[in-house]
């Protein structure tokens, strides 16, 4: 699988952090199952990923805190 935004980097299975910068809140998650490009670092999720940082983002917005540090497999 090759980069999009390089073309020319491949993309490995790596973990990743999470910035969210929400209207009120920021929210970050970490170990994020991603994949990522070798050469420029350009980072890709998978819809099931992307569905799952959604569900922890609205979750986090409902603590109502300023900063929310979470880990993505923590939270069932
Ligand atoms: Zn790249």
Not at 7 to 15: L, Y
């Amino acid at each position: 699988m090759k980069c999009q935004s390089c073309k020319s980097g491949n993309m490995s299975p790596s973990t990743t952090t999470y910035f969210a910068d929400l209207k009120n809140c920021m929210i970050i998650i970490k170990n994020v199952p991603c994949m990522k490009c070798e050469q420029c670092g350009d980072v890709l999720y998978s819809a099931s990923v992307t569905e799952r940082l959604y569900e922890l983002m609205e979750k986090a917005e409902s603590l109502a805190s300023e900063l929310t540090v979470i880990e993505y497999d923590k939270i069932a």
